[in-house]
Nanobody, 124 residues
């Protein structure tokens, strides 16, 4: 079993930055694809970013491309999401997820483990 714990959320003004972290425990996630998703009130959970096990490949939703950067530190069993130029529409609960398969995942059904989420609120 893998436990994922997100941190780093909070309240920020539009144009500001936040860095989310996701710490894994239980087993190493160094061979897992990792992803970030978000869910705003009344909306479905949506894909934000994903990263290959090596960190060599990353993909982003069009809505965050150029503003968010996902990275991982396999030695520390953690992943990060650097969020810059934040907009009010980025307000959501952000979830970290782990996919035990080798291919990058873009849908919630492809991920096997989930964190409890961290709230990000961007004020205008």
């Amino acid at each position: 079993q893998v436990q994922l714990v997100e941190s780093g959320g909070g309240l920020v003004q539009a144009g500001g930055s936040l860095r989310l972290s996701c710490a894994a425990s239980g087993r190493t996630v160094s061979t897992y694809v990792m992803g970030w998703f978000r869910q705003a009130p009344g909306k479905e959970r949506e894909f934000v970013a994903t990263i290959s096990w090596s960190g060599g490949s990353t993909y982003y939703a069009d809505s965050v491309k150029g503003r968010f950067t996902m990275s991982r530190d396999n030695a520390k069993n953690t992943v990060h999401l650097q969020m810059n130029s934040l907009k009010p529409e980025d307000t959501a609960v952000y979830y970290c997820a782990a996919d035990t398969r080798l291919h990058l995942g873009f849908t919630t059904g492809e991920y096997d483990y989930w964190g409890q989420g961290t709230q990000v609120t961007v004020s205008s």
